[in-house]
């Protein structure tokens, strides 16, 4: 056996047995010992699937998602989302439902060929979708997404989305657009949201993010000039605060707390905090 969680394409439909998982607009199926059935229990519950994939071992033993067209009564289960699982203590299960929820949302939106509309299949031992009709083949998706924290010595620039939990402030972020490197999304985004300009843009690290599909590329930068302007409807504020004064802050899963935690931390001569993937 092989401890811990391996993605892999090689699993096959037709063989039966394993562990799955069920997915659908409201979360994932669980009761009250998680989210993991036996996958032939799970396939004969009266659930409507839109789609089956093997995607990956965990401790050994092969692992299957069953997307589904709606949330089915199971009895004895309910149903809970994806950042309800972030939130828990096991990083495990939460990198399993993570990888089950893209590929799930890859694969429902991707039953059909976008290029001439007729059905896809599952090509054998790749994470492909493919068209028979005209060749096209479809990956699963991934946007990258710029994060970054900006400083001005003791301060840090935080601001709210009206998205966001009560209170909660956090580091700026956005999509990267065609055309852009990572460095020109966070010059533009900083710009558009807070008409703030940055300075000595240093590279982090970064962090899958499932909702839905997210790379986070994560940066500090310095600021440079300007006052804030919080851009109308995507930021209902933002400040600078003091490192000793801070507000509510993000999930300590994120990148976005990293950042913060790491900044404030070798400010302060404190041990660092290890980026969580
Ligand atoms: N892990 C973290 O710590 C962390 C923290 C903050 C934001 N994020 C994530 O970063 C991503 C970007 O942040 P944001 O919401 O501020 O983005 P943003 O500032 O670019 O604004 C969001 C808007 O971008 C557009 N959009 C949506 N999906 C897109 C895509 N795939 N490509 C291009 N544009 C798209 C929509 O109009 C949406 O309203 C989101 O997925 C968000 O959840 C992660
Ligand atoms: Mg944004
Ligand atoms: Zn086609």
């Given amino acids: 056996m092989t401890p811990g969680w391996i993605t892999t394409t090689l699993l096959d439909n037709e063989t039966p047995g394993g562990w799955a998982v069920a997915r659908s607009r409201e979360g994932f199926l669980h009761d009250d010992n998680g989210p993991l059935f036996p996958r032939e229990w799970l396939k004969r519950q009266d659930l ?70 007729q059905a896809m299949v599952q090509v054998p031992r790749e994470r492909a979708m493919f068209c028979q009709a005209c060749d096209l083949r479809s990956y699963p998706r991934i946007s990258p ?64 993010w499932p909702f839905p599909h997210s790379m986070m590329l994560g940066f500090h930068a310095e600021y440079a000039g300007g006052d804030i302007v919080p851009q109308a409807d995507e930021i209902e504020d933002a400040q600078w605060f003091n490192i000793h004064q801070l507000p509510p802050l993000p999930a300590s899963r994120s990148i976005a707390r990293y950042l913060i935690d790491l900044y404030v931390a070798r400010r302060l001569g404190h041990a660092e905090p290890v980026l969580p993937g």
């Fill in 48 to 117: 409507s699937v839109l789609a089956e994939h093997g995607i990956g071992y965990l401790d050994g033993e092969p692992m299957y998602l069953l997307e589904l067209d709606r949330p089915g009564d199971v009895q004895g289960c309910r149903w809970q989302g994806l950042r309800g699982f972030m939130l828990q203590d096991d990083h495990q299960l939460y990198k399993v439902l993570g990888y089950a929820a893209q590929i799930g949302t890859w694969a429902r939106e991707h039953r059909f060929c976008g290029s001439c509309g």
């Fill in 145 to 208: 997404s710029m994060i970054v924290l900006i400083t001005r010595g003791d301060e840090i620039l935080l601001a709210r989305s009206p998205r966001f939990v009560t209170g909660v402030y956090s580091t700026l972020a956005g999509f990267a657009e065609p055309g852009e490197s990572a460095e020109d999304c966070l010059i533009r985004e900083v710009r558009e949201e807070v008409q703030v300009e940055v300075k000595n843009i240093q590279y982090m690290g970064s962090q899958c």
